[in-house]
């Protein structure tokens, strides 16, 4: 049975109506004054976290965070004369990168960026590729043979590659330690929105999955959620960069719904970026309960026509409310 077929199920629509579902990819009954929307209860619970259940500022334009960065890349040995010249690295490193996400998954693709980060080490990558590539063709030679001089060969290259890969780990170590240098010097706050804690944990006492799915760079996003305390409040995190497609693509939802193993129709989506996180959960044929904070994108309207309710603030009683919990 397929996800919306399932849904069919609860909703008691006629083939028709379901096929245009299927075609168009959005759920019909949609409407916030829907009763027999109102009447679904929900498997899952699916979160935005920035501006959702986390207050934050950032500006990746400052000097401030370009000059950590520079200062970072110092300490390891890779000076770059100013901030202007290390930006112009960034982009060139990060073009091809966006291009192939961009070719994979189109408009709304995420590349994850933290090869970016390794790459400004420069010459350090260079060596490294090197000396794997070596390592490679060696053990390649002696996977077929079958003498002991050949085993203790292929023993050799692999506790060689072995090691190489100890390096690799090594070097993006220092590119998890750049990229986070320059996540927090961009930073200007960065707090839980008060009750955001106990209402995941409340959510899930009664029963319901308690799913992130965020718009990020998980090297950004995987040092903030342990700071935070989130790190294991939710049942699974789905972030953009690690799946290489953003929101507002349904595929992003589907995604985190089939790992999930429930139907769009069992699942709500809360978020505070009308087009990313209602829209697009709409698109993947999941409610939406839209919350409009302090950092909705500005031209966000007070209340969504797209959300089965509209909430002022991070109102998680409201949330509660409607959930009937």
Same mark, same amino acid.
């Given at each position: 049975?397929?996800?919306?077929?399932?849904?069919?199920?609860?909703?008691?629509?006629?083939?028709?109506?379901?096929?245009?579902?299927?075609?168009?990819?959005?759920?019909?009954?949609?409407?916030?004054?829907?009763?027999?929307?109102?009447?679904?209860?929900?498997?899952?619970?699916?979160?935005?976290?920035?501006?959702?259940?986390?207050?934050?500022?950032?500006?990746?334009?400052?000097?401030?965070?370009?000059?950590?960065?520079?200062?970072?890349?110092?300490?390891?040995?890779?000076?770059?004369?100013?901030?202007?010249?290390?930006?112009?690295?960034?982009?060139?490193?990060?073009?091809?990168?966006?291009?192939?996400?961009?070719?994979?998954?189109?408009?709304?693709?995420?590349?994850?960026?933290?090869?970016?980060?390794?790459?400004? #080490?420069?010459?350090?990558?260079?060596?490294?590729?090197?000396?794997?590539?070596?390592?490679?063709?060696?053990?390649?030679?002696?996977?077929?043979?079958?003498?002991?001089?050949?085993?203790?060969?292929?023993?050799?290259?692999?506790?060689?590659?072995?090691?190489?890969?100890?390096?690799?780990?090594?070097?993006?170590? #220092?590119?998890?330690?750049?990229?986070?240098?320059?996540?927090?010097?961009?930073?200007? #706050?960065?707090?839980?929105?008060?009750?955001?804690?106990?209402?995941?944990?409340?959510?899930?006492?009664?029963?319901?999955?308690?799913?992130?799915?965020?718009?990020?760079?998980?090297?950004?996003?995987?040092?903030?959620?342990?700071?935070?305390?989130?790190?294991?409040?939710?049942?699974?995190?789905?972030?953009?960069?690690?799946?290489?497609?953003?929101?507002?693509?349904?595929?992003?939802?589907?995604?985190?719904?089939?790992?999930?193993?429930?139907?769009?129709?069992?699942?709500?989506?809360?978020?505070?970026?009308?087009?990313?996180?209602? #829209?697009?959960?709409?698109?993947?044929?999941?409610?939406?309960?839209?919350?409009?904070?302090?950092?909705?994108?500005?031209?966000?309207?007070?209340?969504?026509?797209?959300?089965?309710?509209?909430?002022?603030?991070?109102?998680?009683?409201?949330?509660?409310?409607?959930?009937?919990?």
């Amino acid at each position: 049975m397929g996800e919306y077929e399932a849904c069919s199920r609860r909703w008691g629509l006629s083939n028709s109506i379901l096929n245009v579902i299927n075609e168009r990819g959005v759920t019909a009954g949609h409407a916030a004054d829907s009763p027999r929307r109102r009447g679904l209860s929900y498997d899952a619970i699916f979160f935005d976290l920035y501006g959702t259940l986390v207050d934050i500022r950032t500006d990746e334009e400052s000097t401030a965070a370009w000059g950590a960065l520079r200062a970072a890349l110092a300490e390891y040995g890779v000076p770059y004369p100013g901030n202007a010249s290390l930006r112009a690295r960034f982009e060139t490193l990060a073009e091809p990168i966006r291009a192939a996400a961009f070719a994979a998954h189109g408009a709304h693709a995420e590349p994850d960026l933290l090869p970016v980060f390794a790459g400004l #080490m420069g010459c350090r990558d260079a060596a490294l590729a090197d000396l794997a590539s070596r390592a490679d063709a060696v053990l390649a030679r002696f996977r077929e043979c079958d003498d002991v001089i050949c085993r203790d060969s292929q023993a050799a290259a692999q506790t060689s590659l072995e090691g190489n890969a100890a390096v690799r780990e090594s070097r993006m170590d #220092m590119a998890r330690a750049l990229a986070w240098t320059f996540r927090q010097a961009s930073t200007s #706050m960065l707090r839980l929105y008060p009750g955001a804690l106990e209402l995941l944990a409340r959510l899930r006492s009664v029963g319901l999955r308690v799913v992130l799915v965020s718009n990020a760079q998980s090297c950004y996003t995987r040092p903030e959620l342990a700071m935070l305390g989130l790190e294991y409040a939710f049942d699974r995190i789905v972030i953009s960069s690690e799946i290489g497609v953003r929101k507002p693509s349904p595929a992003i939802f589907r995604r985190a719904a089939q790992a999930e193993g429930v139907a769009p129709c069992r699942v709500l989506m809360v978020g505070n970026d009308e087009r990313s996180d209602i #829209m697009g959960a709409a698109g993947a044929g999941i409610d939406g309960v839209y919350m409009r904070t302090e950092i909705s994108p500005t031209g966000d309207p007070q209340t969504s026509q797209h959300a089965v309710r509209s909430l002022t603030g991070p109102d998680y009683a409201g949330l509660l409310g409607y959930l009937n919990i």
